[in-house]
């Protein structure tokens, strides 16, 4: 991986942490089988019943069949049959994406995954799912994963320049509750936030470079 995150400008830990996501997929609206609506992101937490890798017009692929008290639903994962291997049934899942409407049928297509237990963070689901810049090889799932280790690992250890005083002053988060809030965050409110801390530093630093 270390060749695909040079690709990025990633050579060391700090650029890593400071390779911050361009957008974010907003999966926190939590649903019921039987509530899905046509188009519109969304997760749900459901039983895996059934998967198997299927081959048709010759691309790859799995399908399932997943179900909660409300229903059940079929979920496609295009040019993925090693899912098939994966994952197992009698799993509970998180699935997060939009449904689609397939000879009058709900279908689920390509959806983020998640195997879930009850002391589990979601990661790639139900919440604010950050979507980084990537390079040929180099997969989203992995790429986030990896950054999360290393934010909750190693952010902390950053020396933050700015006074309390002007932090408090200007209504600033410090700077490691503002990159780990920017990476992930909890609401719209909060990654804004972040973002303002973050923005603060660049034109403050610019104007440092200026004088």
Known sequence: MG????????????????????????????????????GEEQTIFVNLWAIRPILLGG???SEAQVGDETGNLRVVWFNKPYLARSLRPDTRLALSGKVTLFHQSVVMESPEYEQIGSQDELMHTGRLVPIYPLTNGLLQRN????????VDQYASDIDDPLPSSIMRDANL???TQAIKDY????????RDRARR????????LMQLTVL
């Open 143 to 150: 790429l986030r994963r990896l950054i999360k280790q290393v």
């Open 59 to 61: 691309i790859q692929r």
């Open 197 to 204: 801390r973050l923005a603060f530093d660049e034109l403050f």
């Open 3 to 38: 060749g695909l995150l040079r690709k990025l400008g990633v050579t060391n830990v700090l650029d890593l942490i400071y390779l911050f996501p361009h957008r974010h997929n907003d999966y926190r609206q939590i649903k019921k089988i039987r509530d899905l609506e046509i």
């Open 173 to 175: 988060s410090s700077l």
């Open 183 to 190: 990476h992930y965050p909890d609401s719209l409110a909060t």
